[in-house]
Nanobody, 121 residues
Framework: QVQLVESGGGLVQAGGSLRISCVAS????????MSWYRQAPGKERELVAA????????KYADSVKGRFTISRDNAKNMVYLQMNSLKPEDTAVYYC??????????????WGQGTQVTVSS
């Protein structure tokens, strides 16, 4: 079965940076797009970023453009989210998820535990 394990979250001050990671298993990682979502307390889960299977094209939420960078290492079945210039509103649990394609935005598998990112003001 599809398994996704996020890590690297933590507490950071506003303006700081953090890099979170996700290791995937249970599917042919290199064939699929990957994405990052986040969910803040009381809010709906939202797409943060997505990238193609080869990592050649990306999509970002307007709120994180210019600050966050999604990347992947297919040899390691890993996807990363580099977060710079963090703001308190970035505080959320971050999840990774496989996508059939960035174009369709159709996800597969299931949600993992996520990793908590807390940005203090």
């Amino acid at each position: 079965q599809v398994q996704l394990v996020e890590s690297g979250g933590g507490l950071v001050q506003a303006g700081g940076s953090l890099r979170i990671s996700c290791v995937a298993s249970g599917f042919t990682f290199s064939r699929y797009a990957m994405s990052w979502y986040r969910q803040a307390p009381g809010k709906e889960r939202e797409l943060v970023a997505a990238l193609t299977s080869t990592g050649d094209r990306t999509k970002y939420a307007d709120s994180v453009k210019g600050r966050f960078t999604i990347s992947r290492d297919n040899a390691k079945n890993m996807v990363y989210l580099q977060m710079n210039s963090l703001k308190p509103e970035d505080t959320a649990v971050y999840y990774c998820r496989g996508m059939l394609s960035v174009a369709t935005m159709e996800v597969f598998g299931s949600w993992g535990q996520g990793t908590q990112v807390t940005v203090s003001s």
